[in-house]
Every structure is written in C-alpha cells, then in structure tokens.
Nanobody, 127 residues
Framework: QVQLVESGGGLVQAGGSLRLSCVAS????????FGWFRQAAEIEREFEAG????????RYGDSVTGRFTISRDDAKNSVYLQMNNLKPEDTGVYYC????????????????????WGQGTQVTVSS
C-alpha cells in the first residue's frame, strides 16, 4: 500500500530554517503530485506547497511564498520542503500528501484532492 513518511521537523527559533523530507513507497512516484500541508490547532489543513512530476509545476500558499521551496528527487522517491525565515505562525504539524491527477490539471491546493497522507511531523517556531 501507499506509504508517505515525513521527517525533519523540530523546534527552531524565529528566523531559522528547517528542511522536511517525505519518502514515498507503494506508488508510481513520477506520476503523482505531492503537496505539503500544515495543520495547527483549530484550523483546517492549510496548503503550503505542491509540485508535479515535471518540476515546472509548483504552487505555494500565500503565506510561504518567497520563504519555502518545494523540490523532489525522483531517484529517491522523495519530496522536500526547505523552510527559511520561519515565523511563529508557521508552527503546526506538517503533512506530506499525494494524488494522481487528471492530465493537464494544475497542482491542487485543496486537501480533499489529495488521496494519500503521511503521519505528519511537528514543527514548532519559537519567538
């Protein structure tokens, strides 16, 4: 079955950086779109970034544009989220998610479009 395993979360001071990793198995990696979502208390999962398999299609949430970078390594079945200039409001559980899109559709930003999910990794940014 499909497995997505995140790692790289932790505690960091505001202005610091973290790099999250997601290793995927049980799916055709280069036919899936991957996304990163953040969930904090009392809010729905918020789209942070997504990437399709041709690397030309990336999307970012408004709050992270210019600070976060999503990338993928098809040889390692891995997706990464480089997070720079972290802010306390970036705190939350970060989930890696994936789905196989219809041809030509852009990277989805809604969580209900994503079919497979990891267990999440906690990111805490102190002020």
């Amino acid at each position: 079955q499909v497995q997505l395993v995140e790692s790289g979360g932790g505690l960091v001071q505001a202005g610091g950086s973290l790099r999250l990793s997601c290793v995927a198995s049980g799916l055709i990696f280069n036919r899936h779109i991957f996304g990163w979502f953040r969930q904090a208390a009392e809010i729905e999962r918020e789209f942070e970034a997504g990437i399709n398999w041709n690397r030309g299609g990336v999307r970012y949430g408004d709050s992270v544009t210019g600070r976060f970078t999503i990338s993928r390594d098809d040889a390692k079945n891995s997706v990464y989220l480089q997070m720079n200039n972290l802010k306390p409001e970036d705190t939350g559980v970060y989930y890696c998610a994936a789905y196989r899109p219809a041809w030509g559709r852009p990277v989805a930003t809604k969580s209900n479009e994503y079919v497979s999910w990891g267990q999440g990794t906690q990111v805490t940014v102190s002020s």
